[in-house]
Structure formats: structure tokens, C-alpha cells
């Protein structure tokens, strides 16, 4: 089955800089890629996603980026703020599939 | 659009004893899935319905664990008996059942066993 890692497991950055969190998967069948943020003690919410069919995406002050050759793929928050703050999640999974593996999260901090 | 409602949103019970949870997705929503979070690591598939049949429980423990959607809507999960390392939280979540379609999550029952 597939696996996902992900890295850093926890991340500090000064307000207004840039944070980028890399996920590595396992299965080349996988094409599809969202990333979920959870605040303490909430659901987890989708904040972006990429196919396979593209490279990159970005909306706002995200953005993610896809090597499929390399299996990999990142996201990045530009001009971080204090409510970017949270634990972030990768998923893999494959188009008619619908199950997601997850890794293992990232707890991003934004100093002020 | 309601989101996904779950319930209870706590539950504390001592091990041996019998627990469940319910599920109520999004409206329309014919893919239905309960992930198991354990506190500090991502969330785990448990089980996976499409309407109301199991599409995965690969890796739902079926010694102590059931889950089911009769009518292909509301789902139950139960835990039965709970042991210690069942302490979690469970979410459930709804997808509309298209291939690569975005899955939308509840709240989730923050479980303690004590």
C-alpha cells in the first residue's frame, strides 16, 4: 500500500517569512495530493490540492508544488501570519480509489 | 451546505466497556469514511463505504471494532470492548464519490479510555 513521510514533524518561523513542508510517497499509481490543516482540537480542513497533470498550484499565499518522478511534493506559505499556525497534512491518494494515506503532520509555530 | 455532524463529541469510558459513535454526512454524499487519530499523528483509515457497502476495512480491527451503514446515510462506528489504546479521535468523513473528490470532515469524538 502506499506510504507517506513527511517532514519537518515541527516547524518555527518568524512572522512574514516563508515555510515549506516536503512529503515523500511510495506508490507511483498515486495522482492526487491535498493538504489539510488542523488547529488544535478541530477537524481537519482542506486548504489545497494538486493532480498529477499539473507541477504546481497556488492560491494566495499557498502554493504546492509536484515531482512525480521523484515522488515528492511540497507546500509552501508565503508571508506567513499568526493564524497560519496550526498542524499540516499531507495525503496520497488515487484517482477512483478515494483513500487517503496521510503523514504524519507537521506542527508549524509563527513567532510574532 | 450542513457539514458532517458527529456525536458525541467526548466520551470517557473504562476499558472493557462498549462504546459508539455516530455519523451523519454531508447531504448527498455517497463515500463515508471513520479515521482513527491518535494524539500527534495523522489520521488512519479505519473504514470506507460507498453507499452502504464497505469498500475498505483493511485495516479496521474486526475483534473489537464495527462499523455499518444500513440505509446508505447515517453510519455507526462501535468499539467493543475498548482497551486502553483505543484513546483517540474519531473522525468521520464524507466524500461526494467522484473519482478524486475532496473529502470534508466532522468534528470528531475526542474518546478517553481509562
Known amino acids: ?112 | 451546505e450542513a457539514g458532517v455532524a458527529q456525536s458525541p463529541r467526548y466520551k470517557i469510558i473504562e476499558k472493557r466497556q462498549s462504546v459508539a459513535f455516530w455519523c451523519n454526512p454531508i447531504s448527498g454524499h455517497a463515500t463515508l469514511y471513520w479515521y482513527q487519530q491518535i494524539l500527534g499523528q495523522g489520521p488512519k483509515l479505519l473504514i470506507q463505504f460507498q453507499n452502504n457497502g464497505v469498500v475498505d476495512d483493511s485495516q479496521l480491527p474486526k475483534d473489537r471494532f464495527s462499523a455499518e451503514r444500513l440505509k446508505g446515510v447515517d453510519s455507526t462506528l462501535k468499539i467493543q470492548p475498548a482497551k486502553l489504546e483505543d484513546s483517540a479521535v474519531y473522525l468521520c468523513a464524507s466524500s461526494p464519490g467522484l473519482a478524486g473528490s475532496d473529502q470534508y470532515f466532522g468534528p470528531g469524538t475526542r474518546l478517553t479510555v481509562t
Open chain 1, 1 to 112: 500500500g502506499e506510504n507517506v513521510e513527511q517532514h519537518p514533524s515541527t516547524l518555527s518561523v518568524q512572522e512574514g517569512d516563508s515555510a515549506v513542508i516536503k512529503c515523500t510517497y511510495s506508490d507511483s499509481a498515486s495522482n492526487y495530493f491535498p493538504w489539510y490543516k488542523q488547529e488544535l482540537g478541530k477537524r481537519p480542513q482542506l486548504i489545497i490540492d494538486i493532480r498529477s497533470n499539473v507541477g504546481e498550484k497556488k492560491d494566495q499565499r499557498i502554493a504546492v508544488t509536484l515531482n512525480k518522478t521523484a515522488k515528492h511534493f511540497s507546500l509552501h506559505i508565503t508571508e506567513t501570519q499568526p493564524e497560519d499556525s496550526a498542524v499540516y497534512f499531507c495525503a496520497a491518494t488515487t484517482f477512483g480509489n478515494e483513500k487517503l494515506t496521510f503523514g504524519t503532520g507537521t506542527r508549524l509555530t509563527i513567532i510574532p
